[in-house]
């Protein structure tokens, strides 16, 4: 799960709209290598949450013994060794790291979350978790212009949710890229269990280097994974460049990701490697300011943290409501120390945000290249932010209500 801004880009005929989640970057970039080797020098001995994620490994692994047999039990074995030796040996993440990693989490997380793979967007606040899922999808698809595109890329396109939506909407052929086999694998599952086979197909690769040729795209989505494909600062641009690349000329992108402006403290940056397995430095990005060298020219950006908030409180929700079976497979303890990572997210998320504001706001502007405040101070003058409603914001209750509610049609 993530958070989001989102943004726009054009270059020579060639727009990119890019919807970003969480907090929009700034100066001060820390790559992951410098990162992870000082946290390795910090302490000689083992972390306090190894334990945890021993014991934590051992009970996902019984559970997918009894659930999915000696086969299922291979899969998850491959999946956390795969995770964890790259970040002990190499002192990071890697691609395939990553890729590891959800291989590990994709069922668990199908099981309590649902098939999207992104923080719902809770544009009015008082959206079901799954109205607020789609939401942010259609964000990114209205950015990236796919009403009128033929050819769609998904990069990180997880098991194909999102994929399957724009397709049915839209109408267009959507391929998406994904560097999980566990999830490339599901995805096709899920594709052919909605009848879309000829209109969606969902394939393993790298998006740092993209088996297409030039051009072959009329609009990319993008959403919410950046942050896991690009685990040194040097990906971000090679991301970008292959966008540029694969998009036709007249293309757009549809971008979203979380992106912070300062690097968190330690006790934070524990909080969201748990969660998100990234580190708080490998966030610090100015994803406009990257699609601006690589061609592009940004033609939306907007922070849109404060609407993605509410997914965490759902998730709590989702976990507290099936508290046996949470227990049941992971164990007490750890059930407590992930409730209290998920409490704990919202706080660091607020608490590294940019300014609140939409990209027309003047106040904004000075984060926009240069050439495009002027049409930054049009667009304010034809659509002023709307101011808060705090009537809007809801409670615990009434999240848990809509879980309730969603759980009886599971």
């Given at each position: 799960m993530r958070s989001s801004g989102w943004l726009g880009a054009r270059w020579s005929g060639r727009s990119v709209s890019l919807d970003g989640t969480g907090v929009e970057g700034s100066a001060g970039h820390v790559t992951a290598r410098r990162f992870w080797a000082t946290r390795r020098t910090e302490s000689s001995g083992p972390r306090p949450d190894q334990k945890g994620e021993t014991e934590l490994a051992a009970r996902?692994?019984?559970?997918?013994?009894?659930?999915?047999?000696?086969?299922?039990?291979?899969?998850?074995?491959?999946?956390?060794?795969?995770?964890?030796?790259?970040?002990?040996?190499?002192?990071?993440?890697?691609?395939?790291?990553?890729?590891?990693?959800?291989?590990?989490?994709?069922?668990?997380?199908?099981?309590?979350?649902?098939d999207s793979f992104h923080l719902g967007y809770f544009r009015r606040g008082g959206e079901s978790l799954g109205e607020a899922l789609d939401a942010h999808t259609?964000?990114?698809?209205?950015?990236?212009?796919?009403?009128?595109?033929?050819?769609?890329?998904?990069?990180?396109?997880?098991?194909?949710?999102?994929?399957?939506?724009?397709?049915?909407?839209?109408?267009?052929?959507?391929?998406?890229v994904n560097i999980s086999r566990e999830q490339v694998r599901q995805g096709r599952e899920l594709i052919a269990a909605r009848g879309l086979s000829e209109r969606v197909f969902v394939q393993r690769g790298d998006a740092r280097a993209l088996e297409f040729p030039d051009g072959s795209f009329d609009a990319i989505v993008c959403l919410e994974a950046a942050g896991d494909i690009c685990v040194t600062e040097a990906d971000k641009g090679r991301l970008v460049g292959e966008f540029f690349r694969v998009l036709r000329p007249g293309g757009h992108v549809g971008f979203s990701d979380l992106a912070l402006r300062a690097r968190p403290s330690p006790a934070d940056d524990r909080t969201l490697r748990a969660v998100l397995y990234h580190s708080g430095a490998e966030l610090v990005t100015d994803w406009p300011a990257i699609f601006a060298r690589h061609g592009f020219r940004v033609v939306e950006c907007r922070d849109l943290i404060t609407e993605t908030l509410p997914t965490w409180d759902h998730a709590r929700a989702v976990y507290e409501q099936r508290d046996g079976e949470v227990t049941r497979r992971y164990g007490q303890g750890l059930v407590d120390r992930v409730a209290a990572?998920?409490?704990?997210?919202?706080?660091?998320?607020?608490?590294?945000?940019?300014?609140?504001?939409?990209?027309?706001?003047p106040r904004r502007a000075r984060h926009l290249p240069r050439a495009l405040r002027p049409q930054a101070e049009q667009r304010q003058r034809l659509n002023p932010p709307r101011a808060a409603n705090r009537s809007e914001r809801r409670s615990l209750r009434e999240v848990r209500q809509d879980v309730d509610n969603l759980l009886r049609h599971v």
């Open positions: 996902v692994l019984v559970t997918t013994w009894r659930e999915s047999g000696l086969a299922g039990c291979a899969r998850k074995l491959r999946a956390a060794v795969g995770m964890r030796l790259p970040v002990l040996v190499c002192g990071r993440r890697t691609a395939r790291s990553v890729g590891a990693y959800f291989d590990l989490i994709t069922d668990d997380a199908r099981l309590f979350y649902g259609d964000l990114v698809a209205e950015l990236a212009r796919v009403k009128a595109a033929g050819q769609v890329l998904d990069v990180g396109c997880g098991i194909a949710a999102p994929a399957l939506r724009i397709a049915r909407l839209y109408g267009c052929r959507v391929t998406g990572r998920l409490e704990g997210i919202p706080r660091i998320l607020a608490a590294h945000r940019s300014p609140r504001g939409d990209s027309a706001d």
